[in-house]
């Protein structure tokens, strides 16, 4: 009976135009008892803002200032803190400073500490998160090292494809994802700030062969010959599909198409491992030519190089067998 009669007490935050008052009533000499019934509220309330959000030096409440502090601890009150556990924390700094993804680390700790578990997204805010990173910063251990996190999600860039014709990869058929059948290829730009200059890079699914060019600039035309010229040569049937992004250089596509025979499919806009191949595959040219690297400056027969030595390197994905030899022998089977 009581509990039925009992009215529900609700806090509200004090807002931008009630910090006003106060400032306004502080000045005017007002305590907080007196303050609190101007504004309808209990003088514990306006005693906590004060204590609160005050400047600290100068003991001057200014109401804009006591909103931005506000508004900063309301923030920071919905932000978990990540890694809380010392074991988990610690496990995840060695193994991000051994050069573990937080994908590596992720599946592994339940293997080296069982009944403990960690996701890689919360390894990566813990990695990003600017107050850990005063005290430690794992960031250029990762391996792409990017100094801000981009955001997650679509961008606004492009609301409808610019692509024309393009077929998801949704729509691609499932032997391809499993790798039995050769002929299909994933394809993308390597660029560098300090050059207009770009690499073009092909992979072969199945065997990993990789076919790498020099363009003089990321255009859709430059992209289109670079593709025909390194993959041309090849038998109807280890070339079949290939798979791209959304960038602007893969608007020629369908005439890569008429040239080569291909079909094309583009993967979802920034999920980067529905091509996970040539992701990995660039990854390895890097280590030959690192970020900042200027491209203009870089020879062909360099290139070619480059090429040759991941193409002529044993795989453990491939059982040791190097992708030369993997892919010489499909091209032996029609």
């Known amino acids: ?13 004090l807002s931008s135009e009630e910090r006003d008052k106060i400032a306004v009533l502080r000045v005017a000499g007002l305590k907080p008892g007196g303050i609190g019934k101007v504004l ?27 909103q931005k502090r506000a508004q900063k601890r309301k923030r920071e009150a919905a932000r978990r803190p990540r890694l809380k556990n010392r074991v988990i924390r610690q496990y995840v700094i060695t193994r991000i400073m051994r050069g573990w993804s937080p994908e590596q680390t992720s599946g592994r700790i339940c293997f080296d500490h069982p009944g403990l578990s960690i996701s890689h997204e919360a390894i990566y805010q813990y990695i990003y998160d600017p107050q850990n990173r005063k005290e430690i910063d794992l960031v250029p251990c990762l391996a792409r090292s990017h100094r801000r996190r981009k955001n997650r999600g679509q961008s606004k860039t492009h609301s409808k494809s610019h692509i024309p014709n393009r077929i998801s990869i949704d729509e691609r058929p499932e032997h391809i994802e ?11 730009t390597m660029i560098s700030r300090q050059s207009k200059a770009a690499i073009a890079v092909a992979t072969e699914r199945t065997s990993r062969l990789v076919k790498v060019g020099k363009i003089d600039q990321k255009s859709a035309s430059e992209f289109r010959k ?30 890569v198409n008429k040239v080569l025979g291909t079909q094309s499919y ?59 030899e993997v892919f010489k022998s499909k091209c032996c089977t029609s």
Request: glycine content about 4%.
């Open 178 to 188: 499993q790798r039995k059948e050769p002929g299909h290829w994933e394809a993308d």
């Open 226 to 255: 670079a593709l025909n010229r390194r993959l041309i040569q090849y038998p109807q049937h280890m070339k079949q599909t290939i798979t791209y992004d959304n960038g602007s250089e893969n608007v020629e596509h369908e005439l």
């Open 40 to 66: 309808g509220r209990n003088k514990s309330t306006v005693s906590r803002e004060l204590r609160r959000n005050r400047t600290p030096v100068y003991d001057v409440y200014l109401a804009h200032n006591a």
């Open 266 to 324: 583009f993967c979802h806009p920034y999920h980067s491992w529905e091509r996970g191949t040539v992701e990995n595959t660039i990854g390895l040219i890097r280590r030959f030519l690192p970020k900042k690297t200027n491209f203009a400056t870089i020879a062909k027969e360099q290139i070619k190089r480059i090429e040759t030595e991941l193409n002529d390197r044993p795989r453990k994905c491939l059982a040791f067998k190097t992708p030369s």
């Open 1 to 13: 009976m009581i509990l039925s009669i009992m009215k529900t007490i609700k806090y509200n935050h």
